[in-house]
């Protein structure tokens, strides 16, 4: 029999049970949902609401059934519906009416608000451990790159010299905030649902407080309604999440194009690349393409959530049993993309004579030659139009403006002098680029310090066993 089917006279049709039922999925809550119920009932013990005896009784019982779980001795049963009444039913089954306790002063909805924001709460310092875990590779590959000169480019095009070292800071800083969300994801929602009830808390002199404290929990939440009514903690997650995964598959994109042969860039390494079925010369970047491709997976998992709670009155409705399974999802497909990813970027070798080659074209050095003559007294404009000139004879005539006379240049302006080679050289360029968040090795160094110093400040210290 159902724990809730005392006003009912007839069993759940068979399709509506499979239907309702949660525990194909919401099961992966069982540890928090035993942490959950053992801090209830150690309150219950504790203000006197249970004995202390059946209170001890039923943490004892919980304990063991964790324990039985995780030894893959339990089998979850489709008549329980979930996770929670699975286990109750299971402590009840073992240990008699002790267990019928434990239920006293809670309901289901608060009972799944607190075990999904313990689940949520335990991931993101596993997610953030695993962004700084990467940050650390475009460190190592930053300082292993500092005078490293390709192309940076707009709308795909080549723009102005940058270094691989300034890109990978690029990324970094994205990664940054990254966490930074995350934590103020998890700083909003460490709040304990617990003692809300099913909308209206209890009768029971419940301390929440005191569950709160239990779990870990900076403080319980301030209104019962909302406790039990509100995901935006879980939605708030998934946008973290997804903005991520937009960083990692941006970064994807540029990978799969720098090792392809029109680029060259970049070489994978064997161990994270595949090969083809029919063409024996390939070597597919298939790791990118799959982080880029799951991005979309993850925007999918957060759109889930946003538009099945976009119209739900208060407070519990059985919709929001959809909540977990975007967040699972998200979960394990950030966590399996971030490493990989990581591991990827890791081992890759960086070709930089092909991204010299490609920096010497495309007159990526035209906006040096502009500044060159607004430092001697021209107006920037009117310096604009006049290498656009040159850069626009440089093509007709197959030049480049390193490869023009001093007299071309000085029958444009009298302004040019000899010195304009050196002006144009395409590591003075990046080197004279010494503006805070710049591409001078210089500025790109005191970039890898503070990243360096942000993953100091965020890593956990490891204590010696």
Not at 46 to 66: R, T
Not at 162 to 174: G, Q, R, S
Not at 202 to 218: H, I, M
Not at 317 to 334: G, L, Y
Request: charged letters at 25%.
């Amino acid at each position: 029999m159902k724990l809730w089917a005392g006003r009912f006279q007839k069993e759940t049709n068979t399709l509506v049970n499979d239907f309702n039922a949660s525990i194909g999925f919401d099961a992966r809550l069982y540890q928090q949902d035993i942490t959950g119920s053992i801090a209830h009932a150690t309150m219950l013990g504790e203000q006197g609401i249970i004995s202390q005896e059946d209170a001890a009784e039923i943490i004892n019982g919980l304990k063991a059934i964790l324990a039985d779980i995780e030894a893959g001795e339990v089998e979850f049963s489709l008549d329980n519906e979930d996770i929670h009444m699975n286990i109750e039913t299971i402590l009840t089954q073992r240990i008699g009416d002790a267990g019928k306790r434990l239920h006293t002063g809670r309901s289901r909805n608060d009972q799944v608000a607190v075990d999904f924001r313990l689940f949520v709460k335990e991931e993101i310092p596993v997610i953030i451990g695993q962004i700084l875990d990467l940050e650390k590779v475009l460190i190592r590959k930053a300082e292993e790159n500092l005078t490293t000169v390709m192309p940076g480019y707009t709308h795909l095009q080549r723009a102005q010299p940058t270094t691989f070292a300034h890109y990978m800071m690029a990324y970094a800083n994205m990664l940054r905030r990254d966490v930074t969300r995350f934590e103020d994801c998890l700083e909003r929602m460490d709040e304990c649902p617990l003692g809300a009830g099913a909308l209206a808390t209890s009768t029971y002199p419940v301390d929440r407080e005191r569950t709160a404290q239990l779990l870990g929990f900076k403080k319980p939440t301030d209104n019962s309604l909302d406790s039990v009514s509100d995901r935006d903690y879980a939605i708030e997650f998934l946008s973290a999440c997804s903005l991520l995964m937009m960083h990692l598959s941006r970064f994807s994109e540029e990978v799969i194009l720098w090792c392809s042969w029109e680029f060259k860039f970049v070489d994978l390494d064997d161990a994270y690349s595949t090969g083809s079925s029919i063409m024996p010369q390939k070597k597919n970047p298939d790791v990118a393409e799959l982080v880029r491709g799951k991005t979309g997976r993850v925007y999918g998992d957060l759109v889930s959530l946003l538009t099945v709670m976009k119209g739900l009155p208060l407070a519990y409705n059985k919709d929001m049993q959809e909540d977990k399974e975007p967040v699972f999802d998200a979960i394990d497909t950030v966590e399996m993309c971030v490493p990989v990813f990581a591991a990827m970027l890791d081992t890759l070798t960086v070709r930089p004579k092909n991204m010299s080659k490609a920096a010497a074209g495309g007159f990526i050095n035209a906006t040096d030659c502009a500044d060159y003559l607004t430092k001697r007294g021209m107006p920037f404009r009117e310096a604009y139009m006049i290498v656009g000139r040159l850069v626009n004879m440089c093509i007709k005539s197959g030049e480049t403006l390193e490869t023009l006379t001093l007299r071309d240049f000085r029958a444009i302006s009298e302004l040019f002098d000899s010195d304009i080679y050196e002006a144009l050289e395409l590591k003075r360029c990046v080197h004279e680029r010494k503006v805070l968040g710049g591409p001078s090795a210089e500025d790109v160094t005191r970039q890898i310090g503070a990243i360096k110093d942000f993953v100091a400040q965020h890593t956990p210290e490891q204590t010696e066993g």
